[in-house]
């Protein structure tokens, strides 16, 4: 174990499409480590398997680490260049450095060339599988005479290499979320380190990597956990000391499933377009696996960095639940100021082609306030506030309040109208309230059976915002305007 060094994290992604949000937490959770150890954070992009490649996709990943405010000490940067001195932090500009590393093994007898077909392991996977036996490579290339080796290069055969795994006693390691670890060396396969296209494996570039860029705490998801043993032998191999590990637990449907494509969205950037904000998304998946044994549960980032522990990380996996999710987006929007929040939500009421201009800063800043406490995320802004762009349509048997009739509520519209018609007061919220309770007072008219059908006749809803407010934003005119077509639509006057 490295004691008394500079704590040196890294997040390690690989940019095969989308930055799951597990991932983004493991990128949070090295983060929080990094900053409250005063250590270094890099980013490692590990592209190796040149299959799974997606272009574009280590752009997509930088942005929203940066969004997130996940800053990095090393690594590649979105203006193409690379911070630090441990580069290149892109693993396909570093395979010169894997197949040195490769050789130094197979010169120390501890990784050997195998040159078995594709068809002679899928036969051996198969006779495995009908004997219900561990798949596993045999280690026929074990013991291939030197020049049988030579030959075969020299006649450039296809070929990989294999580290020569020890078939006897256990590998352990300490995990600092799992504790004791073991796992038995017989069931580890002498695995692939250099693919037959020269690449190494993620086993190889991973370790040669973590150890040459002087990582002191490997955090990652515990879907790694099976590698890590293997990764140790390699350490072994090499004669380094391993880093220490972490594995975190995995994410979980409500169901208790891993979480998954099919039962909604796992890509950070879906939920960023889908109107959550950065710092909420960042607080919610921080609590996916930690808690910090107090009630709290709204955290910034610098409050994560002081209180987030990874000791107290839990093993069992965590539940992904979006309601939560909403909840605390929500939270986040009520804190917001209205102006920022006006800022966030523009491209959500452009997207819907509101006449923006018409409304105007002040009637916009009005109507995001008057929905800023029910939003739980940016998206639920166009539709929540169509109204205020579009005349609404509606069901006229909506109009009726429930403990009143179509006659009432006809003959409320109809004061309400020639009420507005002829006031000259203030129209602002407080002056309509103001005027139209006094009326309601005075002609005893009852708050429900008249607010109720204005509330509707402005809106077009059974929940939204009081009509008051409502009124005042619409103006004097599109109020009354929207008062009558109720009429005409409830009493066909
Ligand atoms: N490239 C691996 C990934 O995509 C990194 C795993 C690790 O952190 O070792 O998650």
Known sequence: MPKNKKVRVRFAPSPTGFLHVGSLRTALYNFLFA???????????????????????????????????????????????????????????????????????????????????AERLEKLRETQQANKLPTMYDGLCRSLDKSVIAKSLKENQPHVIRLTVPKEGNTNFNDVVRGAVAFENKLIDDQVLVKSDGFPTYHLANVVDDHLMEITDVIRGEEWLSSTPKHILLYQAFGWTPPRFAHIPLLLNPDKSKLSKRQGDVAAEDYLKKGYLPEALINFVALLGWNPGTEQEIFSLPELIKYFDITKVQKAGAVFNVEKLNWMNGEYIKKMAVDE??????????????????????????????????????????????????????????????????????????????????????????????????????????NGPTLWPMRVALSGREASPGPFAIAGILGKGETIKRLKIALNLLCGK
């Open 35 to 117: 900053r409250q150890k005063g250590g270094d954070f890099i980013l490692r992009i590990e592209d190796t398997d040149r299959t799974r490649l997606v272009d574009g996709a280590t752009e997509c990943l930088l942005k929203i680490l940066t969004t997130a405010g996940l800053d990095w000490d090393e690594g590649p940067m979105s203006n193409g260049k690379e911070k630090g001195k441990f580069g290149p932090y892109i693993q396909s500009e570093r395979t010169k450095i894997y197949k040195k590393y490769a050789e130094k093994l197979i010169e120390k007898g501890q990784a050997y060339h195998c040159f078995c077909s």
């Open 341 to 446: 929040l006006v800022k966030k939500c523009l491209p959500y009421l452009k997207d819907a082609n509101y006449d923006l201009d018409k409304i105007g800063k002040e009637k916009l800043e009005k109507i995001v306030r008057l929905e800023q406490e029910r939003m739980k995320k940016l998206t639920d802004l166009p539709l929540a506030v169509e109204f205020f762009f579009k005349e609404p349509q509606y069901d006229a048997k909506i109009l009726v309040w429930k403990k009143s009739d179509q006659e009432t509520i006809c003959n409320r519209l109809k004061i309400l109208i020639k009420f507005y018609d002829t006031f000259m007061g203030d129209w602002s919220e407080q002056g309509i309230e103001q005027a139209t309770l006094e009326l309601i007072e005075k002609e005893n008219l009852a």
